[in-house]
């Protein structure tokens, strides 16, 4: 059991260190605009050090479940966001006169709800066996080699690059 302070610490940490890792991704992009390429780099390296920062203290902190649980946790948190979050955020600015943010905060909200229905449904799919299988012949591609596999469930290994099976995940074309 955590004490309040050490808790409290904590929680300063994770935020202090996941701030810190969105920053220097921003600035990382703006190295990149502006012509330095070098120090593109390091901001991009300091972040991947923030960000392991970061899970230390989330795992400390208790945060970070197994996939079915951080499913149920993301889900619960794009609920929050959409349903509360975004919309009280976007009522304040528009009270302010900030007709354009509370906009983006509405269309945000919308992008919020998606992320909520996607984990719920990848949480269906652990639950009822449908990560790797379907009822129906599907493409499965393998996201290591590119390798494309017609059947109702993926194969146990990949036969072009022998990948495990978690390889895998149903092809899509988007083009």
Not at 45 to 64: D, F, S
Not at 88 to 111: C, I, P, Q, T, Y
Request: proline share 2%; hydrophobic share 35%; charged share 30%.
């Amino acid at each position: 059991m955590l004490g309040p302070k050490t808790k409290k610490n904590l929680e300063e940490a994770l935020a202090g260190e996941s701030m810190a890792r969105n920053k220097y991704d921003w600035f990382a992009s703006q190295a990149k605009k502006d012509g330095y390429i070098q120090i593109q780099n390091l901001f991009m390296e300091t972040a991947l050090n923030e960000k392991e920062h970061a899970k230390l203290w989330a795992k400390a902190l208790g945060l970070i479940g197994d996939t079915k649980e951080n499913l149920k946790h993301a889900a619960e948190g794009e609920h929050f966001e959409y349903t509360d979050m975004y919309v009280r955020m976007a009522n304040e600015a528009k009270e302010e006169g900030h007709d354009d943010l509370a906009r983006s905060f509405l269309m945000v909200a919308g992008v919020e709800k998606a992320h909520e229905a996607r984990y719920k449904k990848l949480l269906e799919n652990i639950e009822t066996g449908k990560v790797f299988k379907r009822d129906e012949i599907k493409r499965w591609k393998c996201n290591n080699c590119g390798h494309i596999h017609e059947g109702e469930e993926a194969p146990a290994m990949c036969p072009t690059c022998q990948h495990p099976v978690d390889h895998f995940e149903l092809f899509v074309e988007n083009y």
